[in-house]
């Protein structure tokens, strides 16, 4: 088993930053890369970023390209999303994810995961 636990939501104003820290604890060497989804109020959940622990390989939407950085810190087992320049539209509860595939094209999928956070809710006001 594998226990992830988000922290770091919050409210902010749109154009504001906010950095999201999920560690990971457990088995988490059964693991090959980690994630971020989001649900927002009334919509499905959606994909936001992907990492790779062995090897720095990065994924991410369109949406958040170019605002969002995700990044890992092995030592800790602890993966990070870096948000800048939010848009009320990034309001959504935001959950990481671990996932034993291999593929990167596996990894915009949240089927494909096998173990998941609680979520943090991120409130960006206009």
């Known amino acids: 088993q594998v226990q992830l636990v988000e922290s770091g939501g919050g409210l902010v104003q749109a154009g504001g930053s906010l950095r999201l820290s999920c560690a990971a604890s457990?088995?988490?060497?059964?693991?090959?890369?980690m994630g971020w989804f989001r649900r927002a109020p009334g919509k499905e959940r959606e994909f936001v970023a992907a990492?790779?622990?062995?090897?720095?390989?990065?994924v991410y939407t369109d949406a958040v390209k170019g605002r969002f950085t995700i990044s890992r810190d092995n030592a800790k087992n602890t993966v990070y999303l870096q948000m800048n320049s939010l848009k009320p539209e990034d309001t959504a509860v935001y959950y990481c994810?671990?996932?034993?595939?291999?593929?990167?094209?596996?990894?915009?999928?949240?089927?494909?995961?096998?173990?998941w956070g609680q979520g943090t809710q991120v409130t960006v006001s206009s």
């Open positions: 994810a671990a996932t034993s595939h291999d593929a990167t094209r596996a990894y915009s999928t949240s089927a494909n995961y096998d173990y």
């Open positions: 990492i790779r622990w062995s090897v720095l390989s990065t």
């Open positions: 457990g088995r988490t060497f059964s693991t090959s890369a």
